[in-house]
């Protein structure tokens, strides 16, 4: 297995983790890997990128990792992270602005460092599973020490 950026800095902040391989389903979203990887799906996350528009800089980046079967309320999202209003990131902004492409996002090893906010039920589990930054990977750890690793915080996110 070749490592990803992600699994590099996680290694490097001395998180444990498992690693899991997988052929990508046809219908690449978080439910489906959840299924191919036998894992519950309230229990595997999926990362969102949301850009906020500003006056001084075009836009301000945010990244929410959510549980697969739930959505994302825009509105507890801007509140948590302090704005106005969100808008999802147009899918074809998401590979230049993160290096990641839809279906291997993770909001580790970004190629800028956004602040990342991660669902309050991620705590409730020993560990959750999210991508690996490719399509076909997918890391499992522990929610806290993934926050702890890239300083994200817990909020309240979905609908």
């Known amino acids: 297995m070749i490592k990803t950026n992600a699994m590099r800095i996680i290694e490097n902040a001395g998180v444990t983790y498992l690693a899991y391989e997988y052929a990508p389903p046809p219908q690449l979203d978080a439910v489906s890997i959840a299924k191919v990887l036998n894992k519950p799906v309230e229990q ?5 990128v949301t ?6 800089h075009g836009f301000e980046y945010f990244v929410f990792v959510i549980p697969a079967n739930a959505e994302l309320s825009v509105k507890k999202a801007a509140y948590a992270s302090g704005v106005k209003n969100l808008e999802m ?6 590979l230049p602005l993160t290096g990641y492409v839809h279906g291997g ?3 580790v090893g970004m190629k800028k460092n956004f602040p990342v ?3 309050e039920t991620a705590v ?3 560990t959750i599973c999210l991508s690996g930054g490719k399509v076909g990977l997918t890391l499992e750890l522990n929610a806290e020490d993934l926050a ?3 300083g994200a915080e817990f909020a309240d996110l979905t609908l």
């Open 89 to 94: 990131l147009p899918l074809k902004k998401l």
């Open 44 to 48: 595997t996350y999926k990362t969102l």
């Open 117 to 119: 906010y991660i669902d």
């Open 105 to 107: 996002c993770s909001p």
């Open 148 to 150: 702890k690793a890239i």
């Open 51 to 56: 850009q906020a528009p500003t006056q001084q």
């Open 124 to 126: 409730l589990f020993d």
